[in-house]
């Protein structure tokens, strides 16, 4: 190898953070790879770079330790005998290493039979690197082999024909004059096919834009998210605009699009489809949480919601309560206390010796009863009293029934969890497992509760009292203003003002994802911007305008006309009437008695 060979590795590993040497050791040719590291190892010495080195067999039982750092750009040189040995390599635990780190690659095949078939195996096996384990950034020379000039390099993102990748061989002096041929993969995937995992959710992802926002220039264009509207659509859209990708869409439609990772292992919804590697991304956003599988990576957090339990509204409390609730149950045990004192004390000091009369005068006083009494000096103190203690007990009383029939009062809401374990509601849900890291003993308590969802919608078992359930925050908002509100304008559900737990809002790649990075710096931006909070607003409440602006509650309305207040003035017509009556029949009695 010449010097300038030299020099383009160490432009490509130039901003790596560590360097490791593999050499994947064969018992037959042990010396020679032996005698091409310890060269390699002069020229590391010679260009000050430190590295770590290790030797691996495959005669030996290699293990694979799961638990590296999986945020790995650094640089790994691996010295192979032949491509023959690497595949060998490749079907061990060694290869699921490579697939997992996101690394600068260099790799030196010291020997090849065949000059006339040097590219064509390369290729295959550059190909094969991107296409099983997403590595993307990789140099491969066979230095010792007839063809030991040339460096080749996989470009995963150029269309051949029909087909995508296509593998170039360089002259060192040609890569030294134009540094750009080998560098990271550029920000333009031309137009790269990008299998995406999406499914429908509202009001994050939305099958058509709502038509207050279809006039909108700023939602007008949802060709880059294929026509999906809502917060998660127009973050990936954003992406396939910058990098220049073709999302493909797999849509998943099982009943837990989500997924989770099952007792018995198996994963389900889109999780199951990123942790297989069928598609590149998922961008339903999802709580960052443990999901009991080390297969994927999250992005970085572009949003924040909480997990709450929604339980049904308490049902209003009755006018005829009112009387009852206007104070505690202590304080109408004062009044009566009070009450019975002074009629105690009155009969003591008052003119009266009869107990029924005195009760009578003491009641009407504190009620504001006209009744005739010519007392002392001391007796007027007395009553002037009683007559305080009616003003303040009966204003209070008809603020009580102003602030009822002004306004409507319920019974107290279940606001905290230990209230929801007391209330002996059962838990309709399949998402305990979001919660299921906390082992508090309300936790524990509230987790006997939880009884398996049906087909029948959970929130409308709520509405009807039967069970109670999780859900997210804002999720939650929107549900019950829109759709389960009753025709008085009653929300039918409540949200527990306790929510269990806050959780950051992120996507989700499989894990050593070569795309990771470059989706963070965008959505990092696009977070600081404060375009994220801003899509899920207007998205947010478009729905809602739209959604209540049909909303019929079956309610009818008719103009006001004076006609209408015929009752009212009938009824003062009575009364009057009545009054007359009554003064007339006061009158002829006092008449005849005299």
Same mark, same amino acid.
């Given at each position: 190898?010449?010097?300038?060979?030299?020099?383009?590795?160490?432009?490509?590993?130039?901003?790596?953070?560590?360097?490791?040497?593999?050499?994947?050791?064969?018992?037959?040719?042990?010396?020679?790879?032996?005698?091409?590291?310890?060269?390699?190892?002069?020229?590391?010495?010679?260009?000050?770079?430190?590295?770590?080195?290790?030797?691996?067999?495959?005669?030996?039982?290699?293990?694979?330790?799961?638990?590296?750092d999986i945020i790995d750009i650094g640089g790994h040189i691996i010295i192979v005998w032949s491509i023959e040995v690497l595949t060998k390599f490749l079907k061990?635990?060694?290869?699921?290493?490579?697939?997992?780190?996101?690394?600068?690659?260099?790799?030196?095949?010291?020997?090849?039979?065949?000059? @006339?078939?040097?590219?064509?195996?390369?290729?295959?096996?550059?190909?094969?690197?991107?296409?099983?384990?997403?590595?993307?950034?990789?140099?491969?020379?066979?230095?010792?082999?007839?063809?030991?000039?040339?460096?080749?390099?996989?470009?995963?993102?150029?269309?051949? !024909? &029909?087909?995508?990748?296509?593998?170039?061989?360089?002259?060192?002096?040609?890569?030294?004059?134009?540094?750009?041929?080998?560098?990271?993969?550029?920000?333009?995937?031309?137009?790269?096919?990008?299998?995406?995992?999406?499914?429908?959710?509202?009001p994050n992802v939305l099958k058509s834009q709502p038509k207050f926002l279809s006039d909108n220039p700023i939602y007008g264009d949802l060709s880059h998210s294929?026509?999906?509207?809502?917060?998660?659509?127009?973050?990936?859209?954003?992406?396939?605009? @910058?990098?220049?990708?073709?999302?493909?869409?797999?849509?998943?439609?099982?009943?837990?699009?989500?997924?989770?990772?099952?007792?018995?292992?198996?994963?389900?919804?889109?999780?199951?489809?990123?942790?297989?590697?069928?598609?590149?991304?998922?961008?339903? !956003?999802?709580?960052?949480?443990?999901?009991?599988?080390?297969?994927?990576?999250?992005?970085?957090?572009?949003?924040?919601?909480?997990?709450?339990?929604?339980?049904?509204?308490?049902?209003?409390?009755?006018?005829?309560? =009112?009387?009852?609730?206007?104070?505690?149950?202590?304080? $109408?045990?004062?009044?009566?206390?009070?009450?019975?004192?002074?009629?105690?004390? $009155?009969?003591?000091?008052?003119?009266?010796?009869?107990?029924?009369?005195?009760?009578?005068?003491?009641?009407?006083?504190?009620?504001?009863?006209?009744?005739?009494?010519?007392? =002392?000096?001391?007796?007027?103190?007395?009553?002037?009293?009683?007559?305080?203690?009616?003003?303040?007990? %009966?204003?209070?009383?008809?603020?009580?029934?102003?602030?009822?029939?002004?306004?409507?009062?319920?019974?107290?809401?279940?606001?905290?969890?230990?209230?929801?374990?007391?209330?002996?509601?059962? %838990?309709? &849900?399949?998402?305990?497992?979001?919660?299921?890291?906390?082992?508090?003993?309300?936790?524990?308590?509230?987790?006997?509760?939880?009884?398996?969802?049906?087909?029948?919608?959970?929130?409308?078992?709520v509405a009807e009292g039967l069970v109670a359930t999780w859900g997210r925050k804002q999720d939650l908002d929107r549900i019950i203003r829109i759709e389960y =509100?009753?025709?008085?304008?009653?929300?039918?559900?409540?949200?527990?003002?306790?929510? @269990?737990?806050?959780?950051?809002?992120?996507?989700?790649?499989?894990?050593?994802?070569?795309?990771?990075?470059?989706?963070?710096?965008?959505?990092?931006?696009?977070?600081?911007?404060?375009?994220?909070?801003?899509?899920?607003?207007?998205?947010?409440?478009? %729905?809602?305008?739209?959604?209540?602006?049909?909303?019929?509650?079956?309610?009818?309305?008719?103009?006001?006309? %004076?006609?209408?207040?015929?009752?009212?003035?009938?009824?003062?017509?009575?009364? @009057?009437?009545?009054?007359?009556?009554?003064?007339?029949?006061?009158?002829?009695?006092?008449?005849?008695? &005299?």
């Amino acid at each position: 190898m010449t010097d300038n060979h030299w020099l383009v590795y160490k432009t490509h590993i130039f901003f790596v953070r560590s360097l490791k040497i593999t050499v994947l050791q064969t018992v037959k040719h042990h010396h020679e790879l032996n005698e091409f590291t310890e060269k390699l190892i002069v020229k590391m010495n010679e260009m000050r770079q430190y590295f770590s080195l290790e030797e691996l067999f495959l005669y030996k039982n290699y293990t694979f330790d799961d638990n590296f750092d999986i945020i790995d750009i650094g640089g790994h040189i691996i010295i192979v005998w032949s491509i023959e040995v690497l595949t060998k390599f490749l079907k061990t635990a060694f290869g699921t290493q490579i697939g997992e780190r996101r690394g600068t690659y260099a790799i030196f095949i010291i020997f090849h039979e065949y000059c @006339h078939t040097v590219y064509s195996e390369i290729s295959k096996l550059l190909q094969h690197l991107w296409m099983e384990y997403g590595t993307l950034n990789v140099l491969a020379q066979t230095p010792c082999s007839c063809v030991r000039k040339s460096v080749y390099k996989h470009f995963a993102f150029n269309r051949t !024909g &029909t087909t995508w990748g296509v593998t170039r061989s360089y002259d060192p002096d040609e890569i030294l004059t134009n540094v750009k041929l080998i560098e990271r993969p550029s920000v333009n995937f031309n137009g790269f096919p990008l299998k995406v995992s999406l499914f429908w959710r509202i009001p994050n992802v939305l099958k058509s834009q709502p038509k207050f926002l279809s006039d909108n220039p700023i939602y007008g264009d949802l060709s880059h998210s294929k026509g999906y509207a809502g917060i998660d659509a127009f973050l990936l859209g954003n992406l396939a605009e @910058h990098f220049n990708f073709e999302p493909i869409i797999i849509q998943n439609k099982e009943r837990e699009p989500f997924g989770r990772v099952l007792d018995n292992g198996t994963i389900t919804g889109s999780l199951a489809d990123v942790v297989n590697r069928k598609v590149h991304y998922s961008p339903n !956003g999802r709580f960052l949480k443990n999901y009991d599988t080390r297969k994927i990576e999250f992005t970085v957090p572009y949003d924040s919601d909480k997990f709450c339990m929604v339980v049904p509204k308490s049902p209003k409390i009755p006018a005829w309560r =009112t009387l009852f609730t206007c104070f505690s149950c202590v304080t $109408w045990s004062a009044i009566f206390l009070v009450s019975l004192l002074c009629v105690v004390f $009155w009969f003591w000091i008052g003119p009266s010796r009869q107990l029924s009369k005195a009760t009578w005068q003491v009641y009407a006083c504190l009620v504001g009863i006209p009744v005739k009494i010519v007392p =002392t000096l001391g007796q007027a103190f007395f009553l002037t009293a009683c007559f305080v203690f009616n003003i303040i007990i %009966i204003g209070v009383i008809d603020g009580a029934f102003f602030t009822e029939f002004s306004t409507t009062v319920f019974y107290g809401d279940i606001n905290t969890l230990d209230d929801l374990y007391k209330s002996n509601l059962p %838990i309709a &849900t399949n998402y305990w497992y979001l919660v299921g890291d906390d082992e508090s003993e309300l936790m524990t308590k509230l987790k006997t509760r939880v009884v398996p969802t049906h087909g029948r919608s959970t929130y409308d078992q709520v509405a009807e009292g039967l069970v109670a359930t999780w859900g997210r925050k804002q999720d939650l908002d929107r549900i019950i203003r829109i759709e389960y =509100t009753g025709k008085d304008g009653v929300p039918l559900l409540h949200m527990v003002r306790e929510c @269990h737990s806050s959780f950051l809002i992120v996507d989700i790649v499989p894990k050593g994802s070569p795309f990771l990075f470059a989706f963070n710096s965008v959505i990092m931006r696009l977070f600081e911007g404060g375009f994220t909070s801003k899509w899920y607003r207007d998205v947010s409440s478009s %729905i809602e305008t739209e959604a209540t602006k049909g909303l019929d509650r079956g309610i009818s309305f008719a103009s006001f006309t %004076i006609y209408d207040m015929q009752a009212a003035f009938r009824v003062m017509v009575l009364g @009057h009437g009545c009054s007359m009556v009554v003064f007339v029949l006061e009158f002829v009695t006092s008449y005849v008695h &005299t």
